[in-house]
Nanobody, 126 residues
Framework: QVQLVESGGGLVQPGGSLRLSCAAS????????IGWFRQAPGKEREGVLC????????TYADSVKGRFTISRDNAKNTVYLQMNSLKPEDTAVYYC???????????????????WGQGTQVTVSS
């Protein structure tokens, strides 16, 4: 049974940093995409970044390039989202999601993802 457990959300001032973690378990393949998505009140869920657990390739949304970084620790089956220079518009519930299988790359389309975590709130406010 696949499980994704997020942690690390909270309240931060504009310009601050946060690191989110997504611990994954139950996968039968080493090749799949893991993505971070976010959803603000009244808005659609949007893709932020993703990484392929196997080949390490990444995809970033334009809105977070230069500020957010995704990385993985395969030994711990954990993916990290490092968020720097946070802005009030980054406020949202952040979700970790995973595909069942993908040999190369990853994409930021939520409909491609099979498993979802419970979400963690990130609030950027002074």
């Amino acid at each position: 049974q696949v499980q994704l457990v997020e942690s690390g959300g909270g309240l931060v001032q504009p310009g601050g940093s946060l690191r989110l973690s997504c611990a994954a378990s139950g996968f039968t393949s080493d090749y799949y995409g893991i993505g971070w998505f976010r959803q603000a009140p009244g808005k659609e869920r949007e893709g932020v970044l993703c990484i392929n657990r196997g080949d390490g390739s990444t995809t970033y949304a334009d809105s977070v390039k230069g500020r957010f970084t995704i990385s993985r620790d395969n030994a711990k089956n954990t993916v990290y989202l490092q968020m720097n220079s946070l802005k009030p518009e980054d406020t949202a519930v952040y979700y970790c999601a995973a595909e069942r299988l993908r040999f190369k790359g990853c994409i930021l389309n939520p409909s491609e993802y099979d498993y979802w975590g419970q979400g963690t709130q990130v609030t950027v406010s002074s």
